[in-house]
């Protein structure tokens, strides 16, 4: 994939790549060099925006059921704790997913866990359901580490969406707190300081001829340059940003808004990326109807870049973003 030369962020490039490359080495030396460095430093659900909106970067063997540890939401109970317990957070999750239907927000948008036996004591295993006013600004009760409580966030269909707005037009990205929920918490902290200067997109390659216009790749043909994806970064300034850790990582398709490493460098796929290993953070989804807006940042003005001997088309002039709250699904902006 590749990320930028460290522009001002102190971190050189080979510190990076060595990280990647102690932790895999056996799968990288089986790809190619070209592909070993494309993936070792960028690459960020069938995925479309579609199939993602609905029920989350859940992929083939994977349920995504996360929650935030030491955090406890408040929230009007749907269920009470006291008399409604489990054994695990994830199972508690799934309760309050459950209570989801096919179209519409969720009877229970988030769950409180209490999971530390000896802390918990006799509250062990107790699971509150619960219903936020705004799912992108949760009711917070209490967090850090005295906190005995796990929560989750469940969004459901045309709930959680964010807008990206650019001058081309706004991109809706379903976001994702079930499969990964410290990427979505920093995204809702961003929405709510009001100002994201700048965050920007500067790297866009099209789909070229290697894939075709509904992400699936061409038989035959390279798996680029261009590597059919545009790339940028959420890091606004003045805005304290800390490293991600590593959440679900399902194979990345057309649309899936994935981070760079661990932020905030981030990037959209504008095709379905088999070829790339499971590596990336997926956070989120652009909304499939919004994907020719990706599709013309795409296409515009770009000059050629080397970023550690991988070819990278770098735009002529960024794309500044402005991040916006998203009413419903069918909503351009709040």
């Given at each position: ?8 962020r ?43 909106e609905?029920?989350g ?5 994977e ?7 030491h955090?406890?939401?408040?929230g ?8 409604h ?11 309050c ?28 295993g107790?699971?509150?359901l ?9 009711a ?16 459901g ?20 707190p079930?499969?990964a929920p ?58 304290l ?29 504008l095709?379905?990326?088999n070829e ?49 709250r ?9």
């Amino acid at each position: 994939m590749g990320r930028r030369p460290t522009e001002g962020r102190g971190r050189p490039f080979w510190i990076l790549v060595a990280a990647v490359l102690v932790s895999c080495p056996l799968a990288y030396l089986a790809l190619s060099t070209a592909l070993r460095q494309h993936e070792s430093r960028f690459s960020s659900h069938s995925y479309d925006g579609a199939g993602q909106e609905g029920r989350g970067a859940a992929s083939g063997d994977e349920d995504c059921c996360r929650g935030r540890e030491h955090l406890e939401l408040w929230g009007a109970a749907i269920k009470w704790g006291t008399d409604h317990k489990f054994n695990s957070s994830r199972d508690c999750c799934r309760a309050c997913k459950s209570m989801c239907g096919e179209d519409g927000p969720c009877l229970c948008n988030s769950w409180v866990f209490c999971g530390d036996r000896e802390r918990c004591g006799d509250r062990f295993g107790e699971c509150w359901l619960k219903k936020q006013e705004d799912v992108l600004l949760p009711a917070l009760h209490d967090s850090g580490e005295k906190v005995i409580w796990t929560s989750g966030l469940i969004y459901g269909k045309g709930e959680g969406i964010v807008g990206l707005e650019t001058d081309y037009g706004m991109l809706r990205i379903k976001l994702f707190p079930d499969c990964a929920p410290h990427s979505v918490a920093y995204i809702l902290e961003l929405l709510g300081s009001r100002h994201c200067a700048g965050c920007q997109i500067y790297r866009a390659e099209g789909r070229g001829h290697s894939w075709d216009t509904e992400g699936n790749h061409i038989s035959d043909a390279s798996f680029g340059p261009p590597y059919a994806l545009i790339q940028g970064t959420l890091e606004a300034e003045g805005f304290l940003f800390k490293k991600l850790p590593l959440e679900v990582c399902p194979a990345l398709r057309r649309g899936s808004v994935a981070w760079v490493d661990s932020g905030p460098d981030f990037f959209i796929s504008l095709a379905n990326h088999n070829e790339w290993r499971r590596a990336y953070t997926v956070f989120g989804a652009v909304l499939p109807e919004d994907m020719d807006i990706a599709e013309k940042i795409a296409g515009l003005e770009t000059k050629s870049d080397v970023w550690d001997n991988i070819n990278v088309l770098v735009l002529e002039k960024p794309i500044y973003l402005k991040l916006k709250r998203i009413a419903d699904i069918g909503a351009r902006e709040s």
